[in-house]
Every structure is written in C-alpha cells, then in structure tokens.
C-alpha cells in the first residue's frame, strides 16, 4: 500500500475542499487528501466508486481481504437486472470495477488496519501506511455466520465448508452424503446445488419448517435427494482424530435427544455477520453490529460517513440493492462535499 500516498490527489477546486475546523484551509490543501475513500469492493462499494469517479471525486477503493465481497462465491446471479441469462458472481463485480475504473477510481488492495472518525480529515491506517479523506464511505459487506464450535474450527477446509457453489464439486463431496446447515434461502440454495455432487443431502434446521421463500423451499422439499432434518442443531463435527468429516452430531431441540448422522461435508449456511467491528465505539450500530443510517439516507451518526450494503441491511441483502445503496452513498457524499465547501468559502 505504499503507493496508496503516491496516488492521494492534491485538493485543487472548491468542489473538493473540506469543512474541517480543526485545521486551516491552508493546511489541508497543503496535504495529499483524498476526496472520498471507499471501503469495500463489493457491489455496494463498487457501485459507490462507478458514482463518485463520474461525479470527478477521484474515489480510492480498499479492496480489502475479499475482494469482490460474498456474491464472488456464489455461482449464477439469476436476479441482478440487466443480464436475463445470469452473471457469475465474480464476472458481476468485475464489469463493475471495469466500469469504476474507466472513469478514474482507482482501486488498492489492502486491509484497513484502523480508522480515526474524530479526526477531520479522518485517518486511515490501510497495511502500515497513514491515509486521510475527507469523507468515507463504508461498504465492508458481511462474512458468514459460524456455529462456534471447536471442531467447526479444526475442521474448516478438511469438511466443513460455507460455499457449496465453491467447494461442492471437490472430489471428496461426490458420491458422499452430505450435510446443509441452515432453514433459509442460501441453506436452500446451497442444498439444491449439492444434489448434482452428493448422494444425499440432509437439511439440517432447528425449526420445523424453513425460512426460506415460498418457492425456494417448495423446490427442497420436493427434491428426492434432499432430506429435512427437522427441529435439530449440530452440537458436534466428526472426527477431528481423523482429520476430515466423518459425521456430525445432532441434539433435537424439543426432546434434547441426541443422534450421529454420517456425511463427509458440511456446508453451513445460517446467515451472516456484517463486518463492522472496525466501526464499534465510533459510529451508531443496531444490537447485531449493523450501522444505522439517519433519515433514510447513506449517511450515518458521523457528518462525511457513509454506509451502503450488508454491513447496514439485514432485511433485503441482495446485490442488487447493495448496488443501489452504493449509488446513494455516492451521491450522498458529493452533495456533502459540496455543501462543506460552499460553507467555507463563505
């Protein structure tokens, strides 16, 4: 990330100019400070960048560890408008980049290390090296929901999966039961994928019926490779000793009774975690760790912050809507941007 300060553009024009009280004009135009920093590359963040880039902010893109956000793990996009064939995940994200990048943002790969919002500018530490900006826009997505166990842990890689689209065709899956944790939509989508690979499929759900939409769970339950587990969480992974999935042990909810089911995958699909903790103690979050926005905009509890994506949506968490909210945000900071630098010319 050394370049990161190398490609930080000088303020030239009042459209760029910034509020900033706790420093002189003449001070801040005499730093390298980026107009707008987004952090995530994902269709919230990408989309973000397609809007600034056009808007002339010159947006600099944190890819962060997962570029490209979740949809680069899931195999045809049936429902994004625009493409009545379907889009893979990663071809989706990569035509947006393209698409950011032919206007001008630029995009660094890199983890955000820390980041000061009490500061104006605010202050980056992205890989060691210092960034300052003066707006942000957060679209650092969501990561997958674990089930806290040890074995989940020891076993990851070697069995125990959160991507069926990935990793379902690997040789060790074909032929083999196979195990989906989980009662909605993905859980669904993830257990009809595994019916070309596995000789079985067990849905395993604490519920006794699924979340998942109407025809989503109407295609499971009426897949004669697929097998509802009702009522039932996994308390255990078999076998750590052997170092690979032999089975998994189940504890029914309503009897407490316990049962061992064989299977040598197991695919967990039981939501996500939106990926904000970088953010804790510094902006407003909801109980699950979700930013929350003011008055149904992109803007959050700090003036010049913004948020779009699953990092602040856990109702729709489509990426679709990811996209739009990232075009909000865009907009957003541009209009906050220049209405802070028509007050400090005043």
């Known amino acids: 990330m050394e370049n990161i300060i190398v490609n930080a553009v000088h303020l030239r024009n009042p459209y760029e100019l910034s509020l900033g009280k706790e420093e002189k004009m003449s001070e801040i135009i005499s730093k390298m400070i980026e107009n707008v920093v987004i952090i995530g590359a994902g269709c919230a963040g990408l989309t ?162 699924l979340r998942a939409s109407k025809i989503m769970a109407e295609r499971v339950l009426n897949h004669p490779k697929i097998k509802p587990v009702w009522d039932s969480v996994v308390v255990d992974i078999l076998d750590v000793a052997q170092n690979k999935v032999t089975g998994v042990r189940l504890r029914n909810v309503k009897t407490n009774a316990e049962s061992t089911l064989s299977c040598a995958g197991v695919f967990i699909a039981i939501g996500h975690v939106p990926n904000t903790a970088l953010f804790e103690g510094q902006l407003e979050m909801d109980e699950a760790g979700y930013i929350l926005r003011k008055n149904g905009t992109s803007a959050t509890s700090i003036p010049g912050v913004f948020v779009a994506g699953d990092c602040t949506d856990s109702r729709y968490r489509q990426a679709i809507t990811a996209a739009g909210m990232g075009a909000a945000a865009a907009i957003d900071a541009g209009r906050w941007i220049g209405e802070m630098a028509a007050a400090d010319l005043k």
């Not at 893979?88 to 955000?112: C, H, M, P, T, W």
Request: glycine share 12%; proline share 4%; net charge negative.
């Open 48 to 209: 973000a960048a397609v809007y600034a880039a056009r808007a002339d902010l010159k947006p600099l893109v944190i890819a962060g560890p997962m570029p490209g956000g979740l949809i680069t793990t899931t195999g045809v996009v049936e429902n994004f408008a625009g493409f009545p064939e379907g889009v893979e995940g990663f071809d989706l994200v990569s035509k947006i980049q393209a698409q950011a990048e032919r206007f001008g943002a630029r995009i660094e790969y890199g983890n955000v290390e820390s980041i000061d919002l009490s500061m104006k500018p605010f202050e980056l530490k992205v890989d060691g090296a210092s960034l300052r900006s003066l707006s942000i826009i957060i679209a650092t997505g969501a990561g997958h929901r674990h089930l806290g166990l040890d074995s989940e842990v020891q076993l990851e890689k070697k069995g125990v999966t959160y991507c069926a689209t990935c990793d379902g065709a690997l040789p060790i899956f074909r032929n083999q039961p196979l195990v989906v944790v989980g009662g909605g939509d993905s859980a669904c989508e993830e257990a009809l994928h595994l019916t070309h690979f596995g000789s079985e499929v067990y849905l395993i759900h604490r519920r006794d019926t």
